[in-house]
Every structure is written in structure tokens, then in C-alpha cells.
């Protein structure tokens, strides 16, 4: 069997979790078939992995237009192929023309759903309407369509009612356990500027609205003054978004020390050090099919604090791995709280009710490295891909 994985993020170009996703299914995959992957960018040196850069023609032209472009020379060269499996909006175009073109199944993983980020108007202004546009097509026609979780399922039903429910599988994200793991290293944890003798909280994650970080700084002012809150963020989606979160960091840091902001993209080894170093690890998401950043903290043994919405209660188990934090939503694909204040709240009340505890909160994190070599293991993941798979050829 041969599968054209098609995808915009590949090695070295990974920014988020479908890129991870990515990179590690097609690595265990290929002990198992033979896979072709077709990506975004410039020349990669690995074996069977074709890269198509946006066409000089498309040069100045509206970013969801010269992603069609990149689809176009993707889906022409899918001959071949038994399978094609697409992942993002992105990619999904080029997954519905190469299944068309060549009479192939045409399987898309969701790693997000456009419809439930309407902020990225701000990004794409109508290219979003574009990327819509490429995303309800490709999932309507697609042979079968994988969610990364249980609550990722129910959006895309609830998102595309047209879409047959008995295609759409659950296949969760998972963890390289031998990459993320505890690495303890106090003479790191000094340099980046964190106390180890103090309790800290640590954020990873893109700037961008689904990822809830003004939430979690507006909850940093109802904090005890010993508790660290540790940032690795950057990649903003705009401009807007950006001056919010500096603004606020910029309050926070006026009224407490102990505010740590990493702009930098930290090397693995580095992160896993910050991540295992931490009383706990917080996923403040208003929207998060699966949230690997989870699956990352856990691995390291961090105690993990999400929102309880998405595909987060499928990994985190409160009281057991971590806590989750209650939100009520507003119905308009946002994921803004219906009381921001409330959510707010509460999401410093439960970090501080981590923080009070510090053994807890370390039994919680082994117990968080257990859930995750037990239930999102690669190779197990790929077995269940494969089945999906074979039941559309």
C-alpha cells in the first residue's frame, strides 16, 4: 500500500501540533507501508518527501490563493498512490482534487475546524472565506475523516451536519515518549530566569486567540505573590493580538516579580527542562481538539490545568493527572466564556489550589507520564490509522 500524506507543516518547517502530529505518524507509519509525503516550502533532503514552494505567479496575491496554488502541483503528482491523507485546511484541497484526479480514497485528519476560528478574518481578511470554502468541500467528499478526539468529533458534526457520521473515526494524538520525558537541570531552570525553590506555572503555546493566554494573565494578577508564571509564547497570529498580551504582561510585571516570558522557540531538551521543573502546566484554551502541548507537560510530569472543553477532558483526568477548569461558552465558534470574569476566576483559583500542594502536584505528573505511555503511544496510533485505511480501499 502506498499513502501521499499531504501536509503545509514538515520537518524542519513544524510551528504547531498538526505538524507534530505529522511528523510522527508518517515515522511509524513507514515501518508499516510505503509513504510518500508532499509538503509546503523549500527542498527537504529526505528520502520520499517532495516539497512545492507557492507559484511565482501567485506572487503578492491573497495567502489562502497562493495556498491553492501550492494544492494544485500537490494533487498532480498523487499518482500513483493508493491513499491519500490530508491534514489541515491547507492541505485538504489538494486531498479532494488528488482523490478526484487519480480515483483515490481521500482520508483528512482535523487537527482544527475552520468554522470555530472565525478570528482568522483578521489574519486571511477573504481568504478566510477561501480556506472555509476548501475545508467544507474536503471534508464532505472525503472517504473518511479522522478526528483527534471525541470532542473534535462532535465539532465536526455540529460544524458540518452534511457530513455522514459513520466516516468520521476517533483516532487521538500522540507523544514520542523517548523525546519528552523529565529532564531535571536547576542550573537551566536558573539561567532562563525561573526560581526552582518557588512555586511556577508554565504556558506553552502560539499567540493566538483559541490558546486563551490574555485569560490566563488576567488570572496571574489574582495569584499568590510566590507563585512564578513562565511563558513560552511567540508566533502571534497579528499585530492585535500581539499588543494585547504585551500590554497585559507588561500590567503583570508592574504589580509582581516572577513573570517570566521566553519569546524564543526553546530547543526540546531546554523545554522538557522548564516543563519538568514545573509545579504545574496550564493550557488556558477556549478551543483545543486534542492539545499535544498537554500530552508534551505530562510526559515530562508536570501536573496539567486546562480548560475543560475540546478534547482536553480526554487527557487530562481531573483529580487525577491534573485539573480542569469549568467554562460555559457562547455558541458563535469563538469559544469566548459566557463569563469571562467567572472563567477568569476560577482559573486562578484551581492554579492556586495546585500550587498550595506541591507533592500532590508532583504525584499528579507521574501519574501524568503514566496516562500517556499507556494511551498515546505512536505505534498504537499508527495501527489505528492503518485501519481506517482499510476500510475505505
Not at 141 to 150: E, K, N, T
Not at 188 to 195: A, E, K, Q, S
Not at 244 to 270: C, N
Not at 280 to 303: D, Q, R, T, W
Request: hydrophobic share 40%; with cysteine.
Amino acid at each position: 500500500m502506498r499513502v501521499d500524506v499531504l501536509t503545509r507543516e514538515y520537518p524542519p518547517d513544524v510551528y504547531g501540533g498538526a505538524g507534530v502530529h505529522v511528523e510522527n505518524l508518517v515515522e511509524v507509519l513507514r515501518q508499516r507501508i510505503d509513504v510518500e509525503v508532499r509538503t509546503f516550502g523549500e527542498p527537504r533532503d529526505e528520502r520520499s518527501v517532495t516539497a512545492y514552494p507557492e507559484p511565482a505567479t501567485l506572487a503578492g496575491a491573497n495567502a489562502a490563493l497562493r495556498t491553492f496554488g501550492v494544492d494544485l502541483g500537490i494533487a498532480a503528482d498523487c499518482g500513483g498512490a493508493d491513499l491519500v491523507h490530508s491534514h489541515t485546511w491547507y492541505a485538504n484541497l489538494a486531498g479532494h482534487l488528488a482523490g478526484l484526479l487519480h480515483g483515490v480514497p481521500h482520508v483528512l485528519t482535523a487537527h482544527s475546524l475552520e468554522p470555530l476560528r472565525p478570528w482568522k478574518a483578521e489574519q486571511l481578511g477573504g481568504g478566510y472565506a477561501l480556506s472555509s470554502w476548501a475545508e467544507k468541500t474536503a471534508y464532505e467528499a472525503a472517504s473518511a475523516v479522522i478526528a483527534v478526539s471525541a470532542g473534535m468529533r462532535e465539532d465536526i458534526l455540529r460544524s458540518y451536519p452534511a457530513v455522514d457520521p459513520a466516516k468520521v473515526k476517533v483516532v487521538h494524538n500522540g507523544i514520542d515518549l523517548s523525546g519528552w520525558k523529565r529532564i531535571e537541570d536547576e542550573e537551566t531552570v536558573r539561567r532562563l530566569g525561573i526560581d526552582p525553590e518557588r512555586p511556577s506555572i508554565v504556558f506553552v503555546g502560539r499567540i493566538t486567540r483559541q490558546k486563551g493566554l490574555p485569560y490566563l494573565l488576567r488570572a496571574a494578577a489574582q495569584l499568590p505573590p510566590e507563585i512564578q508564571l513562565v511563558l513560552c509564547a511567540g508566533a502571534p497570529d497579528t499585530p492585535e493580538i500581539m499588543a494585547e498580551v504585551s500590554a497585559l504582561v507588561e500590567d503583570l510585571q508592574k504589580t509582581r516579580d516572577g513573570v517570566i516570558w521566553l519569546q524564543r522557540m526553546l530547543p526540546r531538551e531546554e523545554l522538557c527542562t522548564v516543563l519538568s521543573a514545573a509545579t504545574a502546566f496550564v493550557c488556558p484554551s477556549v478551543y483545543e481538539p486534542l492539545g499535544i502541548v498537554n500530552l508534551e507537560a505530562m510526559a515530562c510530569e508536570a501536573a496539567v490545568v486546562g480548560t475543560a472543553t475540546g478534547g482536553i477532558p480526554e487527557v487530562v483526568q481531573d483529580g487525577v493527572t491534573g485539573r480542569l477548569v469549568p467554562i460555559e461558552q457562547v455558541s458563535d465558534g469563538t469559544g469566548t466564556p459566557l463569563d469571562p470574569a467567572r472563567f477568569v476566576a476560577d482559573l486562578a483559583a484551581v492554579l492556586t489550589e495546585v500550587c498550595e500542594d506541591r507533592e500532590r502536584a508532583r504525584q499528579w505528573g507521574r501519574a501524568g507520564r503514566q496516562r500517556a505511555e499507556e494511551h498515546f503511544s505512536w505505534s498504537a496510533i499508527a495501527d489505528t490509522t492503518l485501519e481506517v485505511y482499510r476500510s475505505v480501499l
